[in-house]
């Protein structure tokens, strides 16, 4: 079992900054790819980021250039740095990661005003 808690949502205007967290319950070192999805209301769920364990990344392309994935093994954290923010980035974000079956977060809400 692997539990995920996502933290640093919030409402912020377009062209503002957020960083969100997501501690994971297990040592990074055994996941081999953590990923930040988001879902707008009324869309299906899309990949923003993802970063392995050797620190590779993958950016969904409405992202690339704005946001960027990070993994602290020591403190078994990912982070999502977003900046220049759009109000198309508006939507509940969520981690996931992919260890045996996948387990994802709760997700932490994501607004961002024009």
């Known amino acids: 079992q692997v539990q995920l808690v996502e933290s640093g949502g919030g409402l912020v205007q377009a062209g503002g900054s957020l960083r969100l967290s997501c501690v994971v319950s297990r040592s990074l070192f055994s996941i081999n790819v953590m990923y930040w999805y988001r879902q707008a209301p009324g869309k299906e769920r899309e990949l923003v980021a993802a970063c392995t364990t050797g620190g590779m990344t993958n950016y969904g392309d409405s992202v690339k250039g704005r946001f960027t994935i990070s993994r602290d093994n020591a403190r078994n954290t990912v982070y999502l740095q977003m900046n220049s923010l759009k109000p198309e980035d508006t939507g509940v974000y969520y981690c996931?990661?992919?260890?045996?079956?996948?387990?994802w977060g709760q997700g932490t809400q994501v607004t961002v005003s024009s």
């Open positions: 996931y990661a992919d260890f045996a079956r996948g387990y």
